[in-house]
């Protein structure tokens, strides 16, 4: 696919697994690659990405292994208030236990259980080839996280690829990501 815009101020991807053994992905253009070929180009996803389960991505939840492709010219967009990235957190529980969506502008971006990137939650053993994309989403998880990637197996290829958004290990640390391969 070429040239496709994933956005909205109020758009949110949701995957509503119930723990972290769930099998759930979101992401902002795809949730989930499992073999195949897979070429986006000049494709980009700005929109809130939040999974109950196991991975987020702001472009691509998880690559499951084995897919081949050249992802270029690709990026995920961040939302801020005024500039700046809130920790805030658009899903809150009520006191049945029930989510509510509270529209914040500039809270976390990218949201999950176990994996989360701004670019992408996982990839596995990928033959993916990432070049010239980067991701300037706020990226939270409560294990694997990263500004690009949350989590990776072997294989991948990320050639002048980065990201500028936060990533928040919990609610008190804060640490921006790092250039890639930049």
Known sequence: SNRTVVAGKRVLVYSNGNSANTDSH???YIGLTNGGKFNPTDCSASVYVYSNGNTAGGFLGQEQGGTNGLIQYCYSGGHT???????????????????VINWEDGGINVKSYHCAGGFAGYLGDSGLTFTNCFSAS?????????????????GATII???????????????????????
């Open 138 to 154: 706020s990226v939270k998880a409560y294990r694997d996280t990263g500004g690009f990637i949350g989590s990776i197996g072997n």
């Open 81 to 99: 208030s005024k500039g700046a990235y809130k920790v805030s957190s658009l899903i809150t529980k009520d006191a049945s236990n029930n989510d």
């Open 26 to 28: 979101a992401g902002g």
């Open 160 to 182: 002048k690829s980065y990201e500028t958004g936060q990533v928040f290990w919990d609610e008190d640390t804060k640490t921006n990501g790092q250039t890639i391969n930049g």
